[in-house]
């Protein structure tokens, strides 16, 4: 059940009782022909006068304290969009943060692979520079010292020349190889961006989204409080004349009461005094009788002596 509909039931249900007890008043008040009976209307109005202000002034307290549990929601609302913008930003910059620590460590690795790679091309050159030259001593040598095995420092320097180019065929292929470990890097680097700017784009969505819908729920709640506030004062405004009519029926009565209160104390007291009247003329025949009964019993006791028994509580004879 709905705040209107509990108050639009209170304000019927108090309708009903204004028009039923004012349907009921005047036949409660008395004919002026019989002032004997007392009339007790002014407290009954009295006592519903006071318990419609209460429970009126209960209503507004309930109605006041739901529209501060709806203000209340409403802060609770923004705090709550608040609080998700700010960790969802928070989740965003931890996802920035934590692709760029990876971006950077990739970059860090690639420049250490590619420092250690050149580093080990320079010691191969370097070392098959130095067999080269040693080579070269070896056949000049050789040449000077003998030049009857000049044949096999030709098939020397023949296999020093294959495995030199073993040696360069090797070389171009870790560097092809490397190339291509440093081109799949690459593409995951991208991927990766890629991934990172379809969260952010999602994660942006996302806010819009809710920020839409808090909009939406303010105002559907502002809507919401300023008709109940509408409805509250036109509520207000019926029942402030129905507490002024019965006002002025309450006065009506209370006048009316004093009348006939006035009439029936006046009543009262003449019927007190008829009262005192007959006590006293009764009071006065107990006398006599209890004089006569004395003189009667003084009478018996002369004629007929008799014993008084304590148990009977008679004389006996």
Not at 61 to 86: A, C, G, Y
Not at 196 to 207: F, P, V
Not at 252 to 259: A, K, V
């Amino acid at each position: 059940m709905s705040l209107s509909d509990r108050f639009k039931s209170f304000v019927n249900k108090k309708g009903q009782e204004s028009s039923s007890k004012k349907g009921e008043v005047p036949a409660s008040v008395p004919p002026p022909a019989a002032p004997e009976e007392p009339s007790h209307t002014l407290e009954e109005v009295g006592q519903l006068l006071s318990q419609e202000r209460q429970e009126g002034q209960a209503h507004h307290d309930v109605l006041e304290k739901e529209i501060l549990n709806l203000r209340t929601n409403l802060e609770k609302m923004d705090v709550t969009s608040k609080s998700s913008r700010e960790m969802q930003n928070q989740t965003l910059q931890f996802l920035q943060q934590d692709a760029e620590r990876e971006i950077k460590f990739f970059e860090r690795k690639l420049r250490e692979d590619m420092a250690h790679w050149d580093k080990a091309l320079k010691d191969r050159e370097k070392a098959i520079d130095q067999a080269v030259k040693k080579g070269e001593a070896g056949q000049q040598e050789k040449k000077m010292a003998f030049e009857e095995k000049a044949t096999e420092t030709e098939e020397a320097a023949l296999r020093a020349e294959a495995l030199l180019k073993e040696q360069e065929a090797k070389l171009v292929e870790e560097r092809q190889r490397w190339r291509d470990l440093l081109q799949t890097k690459e593409t995951e680097l991208i991927h990766l961006k890629q991934e990172l700017a379809r969260r952010e784009a999602d994660l942006e969505k996302e806010l819009k989204q809710q920020e839409g819908q808090r909009k939406a729920s303010q105002e559907l709640w502002q809507t919401r409080l300023k008709e109940l506030e509408r409805q509250w004062t036109d509520k207000r405004k019926t029942w402030e004349e129905a507490m002024k009519t019965k006002e002025e029926e309450r006065q009506r009565l209370h006048t009316s009461f004093q009348e006939k209160q006035a009439s029936w104390q006046l009543e009262q007291e003449r019927k007190v005094q008829d009262m005192t009247r007959r006590q006293e003329r009764a009071h006065e025949k107990l006398t006599a009788l209890k004089a006569h009964l004395v003189k009667e019993i003084q009478n018996w006791q002369q004629f007929f002596p008799a014993q008084w028994d304590p148990k009977l509580g008679i004389h006996v004879t």
